[in-house]
């Protein structure tokens, strides 16, 4: 069975800075399409970041600049490093991974930028 653990989150304030990992097991990084999505309260799930098996990266507009995806495909584990974090970055993150032709997605990791 795929799982997918994410870690990293936690309170941060306004400015601050976090970093997601996501650690898998039975299925591999670096094969298929890997990324980081969010769900704020009372908003549906969206789009963060996605890492290509080639290493080729995209980011929703209001992330760029200020977050980071990447992977080590030896530890099978992909981070996220959040900086310059606002109050509207509060919500869940989720790992995703896309491999022949199905969905696979971590149970989520709260974030809550906040003073």
């Known amino acids: 069975q795929v799982q997918l653990v994410e870690s990293g989150g936690g309170l941060v304030q306004p400015g601050g800075s976090l970093r997601l990992s996501c650690t898998a097991s039975r299925i591999t990084f670096g094969n298929g399409v890997q990324g980081w999505y969010r769900q704020a309260p009372g908003k549906q799930r969206e789009l963060v970041a996605t890492?290509?098996?080639?290493?080729?990266?995209n980011y929703a507009d209001y992330m760029k600049g200020r977050f980071t995806i990447s992977r080590d495909n030896a530890k099978n584990t992909m981070y996220q490093q959040m900086d310059s974090l606002i109050p509207g970055g509060t919500a869940v993150y989720y790992c995703h991974v896309y491999s022949s032709w199905r969905d696979y997605w971590g149970q989520g990791t709260q974030v809550t930028v906040s003073s």
């Open positions: 890492i290509a098996s080639g290493g080729s990266t």
